[in-house]
Every structure is written in structure tokens, then in C-alpha cells.
């Protein structure tokens, strides 16, 4: 390797170093914020998600009690959808 591509590989490494270094402040979350996060939330928490549409103003935990009381089923005679997964 000539001397120009390694000053190339040294400045491109350093500047690289220099931007995570300078929006890496901006990317962390507060003390707070984490520890909230580390602990687990359970149904009867008041988690809130804000709906629009039909379900505004329907609770996390209406919607969830009602989707384990009435688990979504095929209807008789439907055959299975077919799911491409990758590719075009």
C-alpha cells in the first residue's frame, strides 16, 4: 500500500472515531429513563399507547383481554394464506 492510502485509512478511521465520539452523547437516554426501562411492566400497569381511529380511547389491557378471550381463528373452509418471505 502507497503512503497516500494509508494517510487515507489513518484520517478516514479518525474522523470516524471523531463523529461517534461527538453524537454519542445524543444517543444515550438518561439514568432515569434506563432504569424505568430495566423493570418490567405488567398488565395492570397503566402502559400507555395512544391509538387514532376505532380503537381512541380503548385501553392496553381491554384490548389484550379481549384478544385472549377471542383468539383470531380461520374461518371455516379458507385455506391457509400463503407468506413469501424474502425475495421479490
Known amino acids: 500500500m502507497n503512503r497516500a492510502g494509508v494517510i487515507f485509512c489513518v484520517v478516514s478511521i479518525a474522523l470516524s472515531l471523531a ?16 432504569a424505568d426501562a430495566a423493570t418490567c411492566k405488567t ?3 397503566d402502559i400507555e399507547v395512544e391509538l387514532s381511529g376505532v380503537l381512541e380511547g380503548v385501553s392496553m389491557y381491554d384490548l389484550l383481554s379481549h384478544y385472549l378471550e377471542n383468539p383470531p381463528t380461520l374461518q371455516a373452509g379458507a385455506a391457509a394464506r400463503v407468506r413469501q418471505f424474502g425475495g421479490c
Not at 19 to 34: E, G, H, T
Open 19 to 34: 463523529l461517534v465520539m461527538a453524537l454519542m452523547p445524543s444517543a444515550m437516554v438518561p439514568a432515569s429513563v434506563a
Open 43 to 45: 398488565l395492570e400497569d
